[in-house]
């Protein structure tokens, strides 16, 4: 249990048996009335982000959340099976805990994997990966100015827009957070 004067960013509450992270919040004394703290809240599993306010110093459950570094080695059937690098012991995340971060997952990749009471809850990836283009149209002359994109396959199959210049076989640089390209390598 923790005070609403405790409540930092990335703190995990359990509320009403479920999992909230607090994405921002800001202490309110108004001039009339007591004070209280207006938080945005995530849901860990949904991803859904609603307002709460609480009374100041009401009493909330945290819940511990295990962030672990873990370096993903395969895939096996719908699961995601990730080795943790410290004690070498292996877990199953299913497909739909990993989520779209699959889109940039590539073998011997490091990740963090948050774990509550042993449930895997989510992963997060570096911000951004290094990739192989398997295929893209091929560029035409004079596409060497700004402002063109194209499609490209890239080796986890997913797909980026990149400039026209870009060729298959190059590597390069991806936001894993939205997917956009950053550059070459």
Same mark, same amino acid.
């Given at each position: 249990?923790?005070?609403?004067?405790?409540?930092?960013?990335?703190?995990?509450?359990?509320?009403?048996?479920?999992?909230?992270?607090?994405?921002?919040?800001?202490?309110?004394?108004?001039?009339?009335?007591?004070?209280?703290?207006?938080?945005?809240?995530?849901?860990?599993?949904? +991803?859904?982000?609603?307002?709460?306010?609480?009374?100041?110093?009401?009493?909330?459950?945290?819940?511990?959340?295990?962030?672990?570094?873990?370096?993903?080695?395969?895939?096996?059937?719908? &699961?995601? #099976?990730?080795?943790?690098?410290?004690?070498?012991?292996?877990?199953?995340?299913? +497909?739909?805990?990993? +989520? &779209?971060?699959?889109?940039?997952?590539?073998?011997?990749?490091?990740? *963090?994997?948050?774990?509550?009471?042993?449930?895997?809850?989510?992963?997060?990836?570096?911000?951004?990966?290094? #990739?192989?283009? *398997?295929?893209?149209?091929?560029?035409?002359?004079?596409?060497?100015?700004?402002?063109?994109?194209?499609?490209?396959?890239?080796?986890?199959?997913?797909?980026?827009? #990149?400039?026209?210049?870009?060729?298959?076989?190059?590597?390069?640089?991806?936001?894993?957070?939205? +997917?956009?390209?950053?550059?070459?390598?």
């Amino acid at each position: 249990m923790a005070s609403t004067n405790d409540l930092k960013n990335g703190l995990v509450l359990n509320l009403d048996k479920e999992l909230w992270s607090v994405v921002e919040f800001q202490h309110v004394k108004p001039g009339k009335g007591p004070a209280f703290v207006r938080t945005t809240l995530k849901h860990v599993l949904s +991803g859904k982000v609603v307002d709460k306010t609480f009374n100041a110093g009401t009493k909330v459950e945290t819940a511990t959340v295990d962030k672990r570094a873990m370096q993903y080695l395969y895939q096996d059937g719908e &699961d995601f #099976v990730f080795m943790d690098l410290d004690t070498y012991e292996q877990i199953h995340v299913s +497909g739909a805990t990993v +989520g &779209d971060n699959a889109n940039y997952l590539l073998p011997e990749a490091e990740a *963090t994997v948050a774990l509550h009471e042993g449930v895997p809850l989510y992963i997060e990836l570096p911000t951004s990966v290094f #990739v192989e283009v *398997t295929y893209t149209e091929p560029g035409l002359q004079g596409d060497r100015s700004t402002g063109g994109t194209k499609p490209a396959t890239i080796e986890t199959g997913a797909t980026v827009q #990149v400039p026209l210049f870009i060729t298959t076989g190059e590597k390069i640089k991806v936001d894993t957070r939205d +997917g956009r390209y950053l550059g070459r390598s």
